[in-house]
């Protein structure tokens, strides 16, 4: 998948063209991708996907924005994974903000991407002021040349499926309808880097996982399973995946106000991981995090939440969905 930044003055060959945010790539976007790809294939297109760096509602209200549910590097992963030829990554800025919704479409998609197909969704705004629509890309395609379809919202059990939905599940705990409004397990990744190794001497050794946000859309105590060129006795039904058990929060037993951390123990695996980048899939939620009097009463917690996972593993032996590891160029 080739991975391009800006707009180009003068596109290079014409593409078929949806854009978006796609955090989390949810069931709803899979299906976008699923039409763009036929699209392409039929009109002998390009596939791209043009997304925003950093979003929107991040650049102008940062401490009011939704949390990520993928970093950049997680929703290009996941794009590769469904099959995309290219993503245009924008940085969105003041400049980009001004852009008038008529000049997006002549200036962007007409001369510097040569669109000739294009997908949006039924709440799709564009422009400055969010002034542009379906209806204006319609009035232009005849003009510059492009086709333009409407994707309707995609919905599981009648829930529409939004990214929204899947912060909204996530904060509750409720990973099953997560895996549902996904079609997969929801995963964090990250590089794994030194932390204050008290796991180790409470008993239980941890990788810490780098966060890319210091606003993670879920906490607490979870059973996971971990990707990324691993192995081990203890391997799950995915080859080099291992399972173990996660806490994400803050700490409160040993940090007063400490910033979220992603600690895993993984079951029966001793080998040496610093500086690997590892996918940790979160499957089912134990508990939510909670302060302890003490180490001891903290370490005591600890032996039961192992227990309870590998509790847990055993009465779902095949939890793991399939795999998104692909790697983009």
Excluded at 31 to 38: N, T
Excluded at 90 to 103: L, T, V
Excluded at 184 to 198: A, E, F, H, N, T
Excluded at 302 to 312: G, L, Q, S, T
Aim: hydrophobic share 40%; proline share 5%; glycine share 8%.
């Amino acid at each position: 998948m080739r991975v391009s930044r800006g707009i180009p003055v003068q596109a290079e060959a014409p593409v078929a063209l949806t854009i978006g945010n796609f955090d989390g790539v949810h069931l709803g976007h899979q299906a976008m991708l699923v039409r763009l790809k036929e699209a392409a294939n039929r009109l002998d297109l390009t596939a791209c996907v043009m997304i925003f760096e950093p979003h929107p509602r991040e650049f102008f209200a940062p401490d009011q924005a939704p949390t990520r549910l993928t970093s950049l590097r997680e929703k290009l992963e996941l794009l590769a994974a469904a099959g995309v030829d290219r993503v245009q990554v924008c940085r969105f800025n003041f400049d980009f903000a001004r852009i008038s919704a008529e000049d997006f479409i002549v200036r962007i998609l007409r001369q510097g991407l040569a669109v000739r197909w294009i997908l949006v969704g039924d709440d799709f705004r564009f422009g400055a002021r969010r002034a542009g629509d379906f209806t204006m890309l319609k009035s232009f395609s005849a003009e510059c040349g492009f086709e333009v379809e409407e994707m309707p919202a995609y919905t599981v059990n009648g829930l529409r499926v939004s990214s929204t939905a899947v912060r909204e599940a996530l904060a509750e705990g409720n990973l099953d309808l997560v895996g549902r409004l996904l079609g997969r397990p929801y995963g964090i990744s990250g590089r794994v880097v030194s932390g204050d190794r008290l796991g180790k001497k409470l008993g239980f050794p941890t990788a810490n996982i780098q966060l890319k946000h210091n606003r993670p859309p879920l906490s607490g105590i979870f059973a996971v399973e971990v990707e990324g060129g691993l192995r081990g006795a203890a391997a799950s039904s995915l080859p080099g995946a291992i399972r173990g058990v996660a806490s994400l929060g803050v700490r409160p037993t040993v940090h007063e106000d400490g910033r979220p951390v992603l600690e895993v123990h993984l079951f029966d695996f001793d080998q040496e991981i610093y500086g690997r980048h590892l996918r940790v899939h979160f499957l089912h939620k134990l508990r939510n995090e909670e302060k302890f009097p003490d180490l001891e009463t903290l370490t005591q917690q600890i032996a039961r939440d192992v227990e309870e996972a590998k509790h847990y593993f055993t009465l779902h032996p095949s939890t793991f969905s399939a795999g998104i590891e692909k790697p983009f160029t």
